[in-house]
């Protein structure tokens, strides 16, 4: 089957796959999301407890987790809503919403 | 079953980043939790909604799942028959493996318009789990209100002015509705409780039969707030017991969460744009007590229910 990625805008119908199905899924975090924030997010690595809570609840899947520990934020997809530095319980919030220079 | 966050995140996520949904949205955080929840492979359809709509853009696909696109009112006879044709195929030896049937479906393609196939899908027994992310509004098409709009709510088709005081009638309680269809396992859960939300998944993808989840999904856009507070808003709610945390399994009713002292609606009303009309006329605080007093006796009849009384 054809390969979504190579479709182009002026494509023939027989270029593309039948019924219009994605033979890639999960394709969309190619599409970075990123410029629309208008705050940044910021992980404080020392005050973090990689409770995962954060990642649990981020509706962009932008919180990168390896071997159970929290090890950043792609700020590629990010949209900057804030919801990560909200639910982190830490007494000093382990991520803090900064507004870019 | 515990639901330990370590090990989730060790499997492969199944919605990915880079779908266009509103920054703060529920529905997201709803999906992501409850794929979560299975431990097979899914096969995943969604009615037509803001779900769908921002996942789905050509030619990109936030599903790491088998997805199917269909109509605002099928999603629940889409899954039945994906069902129905695999148990089929599976007799006939053509397929093997064991598979999880999930449909998606927010307030509006579940209370009204789809509310016919998920009630025919119910009554027919497939093996499915019907996932409602309640909004309460058609928020994908410009916020008119649903079926599941709360009282007094501002949308575009009750719109707040001089002769109204926004939607008059009250909220639809689907839950119930869909626990009198008998079936195995019926829920309600909220964003704001992740532990509740992933237990109840795992619980019902661990039985057979038809099961139905409603889970609260608060709209940044339709509901007027600031994005950053989506989860304590829903905490609120639940609260104030507005939208009570329990599960009906097998006819047996059951609390899942207490809250500890119980809020007036007023203290998640006065954060949503929707209900700022309210709050300025005598007449908008007289809708916020009737409000108050459905709530209250809701309440009352969901204790009796769950024999807390």
Known sequence: ?101 | MAVNLKQLSQKETRLTGGHRACAGCAAPIIVRQILMASDKPVVVGSATGCLEVTTTVYPYTAWNVNFIHNAFENAAATISGVEAAFNSLKRQGKLEGDFNFVAFGGDGGTYDIGFQSLSGAMERGHDMLYVCYDNGAYMNTGIQRSSATPHGANTSTTPAGKESTGKKEYRKDLTQIMAAHNIPYVAQASVSNHRDLIAKAQKAFSIKGPKFLNVLSPCRLGWAYDPEITVPLAQQMVDSCFWPLFEVVDGEWKLTYKPKNKPNIEEWMKKQGRFKHLFRSDEGKQVIAEAQADVDARWEQLLARCGEK
């Open chain 1, 1 to 101: 089957m054809a390969d979504n990625k190579k479709i182009k805008p002026n494509a023939t119908a027989k270029e593309i796959p039948m019924a219009g199905i994605i033979t890639t899924p999960g394709n969309a975090k190619e599409f970075k999301t990123g410029d629309w924030k208008t705050r940044v997010p910021v992980h404080i690595e020392e005050n973090c407890i990689n409770c995962l809570i954060c990642w649990v609840y981020c509706p962009d899947n932008a919180i990168e987790v390896k071997d159970g520990k929290m090890v950043g934020i792609n700020l590629d997809i990010c949209k900057g809503c804030g919801i990560c530095h909200n639910v982190c319980p830490t007494k000093i919030k382990s991520i803090v919403m900064k507004n870019p220079d």
